[in-house]
């Protein structure tokens, strides 16, 4: 179980980081990246020119299955629920939605099975998840502030962890395939 956060700067990161995993992970990647309510599906498709792996806007039960990419829609929560998506409308999250700490934390559940990807974005979403899935046993790998377009969010989940992964985001992605082989 791979999640992502991602906001301000995070759509150069996340391209980056499908770029390099070249060969499918054996594990689902679910991301929660922030962007407007008003956002159409465009997303889905420039992810996808830098990607070989399938990449789905997430639907409401949708079964995760390895090696599928799932991005949250806009203005919705995306969790983890079992081996399936879910959505929610619930309230914002530190002033977002989708909020990239609700992801953790329902990822937190998968323990050494789960692995976090905070990437480029402002505030500090994000942190309090990625804490909650170390604390679990997961791994949790943070975008280098300085390599970051904005690294609020990178150093906000480094001033609350006590075993992070710092790289660049090719190394986080050879990282991950080795992690899920």
């Known amino acids: ?12 990161a996340l391209q980056l980081l499908l770029e390099r995993l070249r060969t499918p992970p054996r594990a689902s990647i679910t991301i929660a990246l922030h962007r407007h309510r008003d956002s159409d599906a465009s997303l889905i498709a420039t ?18 299955e390895p090696g599928c990419i799932y991005v949250g829609p806009a203005d919705y929560h995306i969790l983890i629920d079992g081996e399936r998506i879910a959505l929610s409308i619930d309230e914002p999250v530190r002033y977002a939605r989708p909020s990239i700490d609700v992801l953790f934390e329902s990822a937190a559940a998968f323990g050494q099975r789960a692995a976090a990807v905070v990437l480029s974005g402002g505030g500090s979403d994000g942190a309090q998840g990625a804490a909650m899935i170390e604390s679990s ?33 090719a190394t986080i992605a050879e990282q991950l395939l080795e992690l899920s082989e």
């Open 1 to 12: 179980m791979i999640v992502v956060g991602a906001s301000f700067g995070g759509v150069q």
């Open 47 to 64: 992810l996808q020119r830098h990607s070989a792996l399938k990449i789905f806007e997430a639907v409401d039960k949708q079964p995760l």
């Open 137 to 169: 046993g997961g791994r949790v790998f943070v975008q280098r502030p300085e390599t970051a377009i904005c690294g609020d969010m990178p150093q906000a989940a480094l001033a609350v962890l006590s075993r992070p992964i710092v790289a660049d985001v």
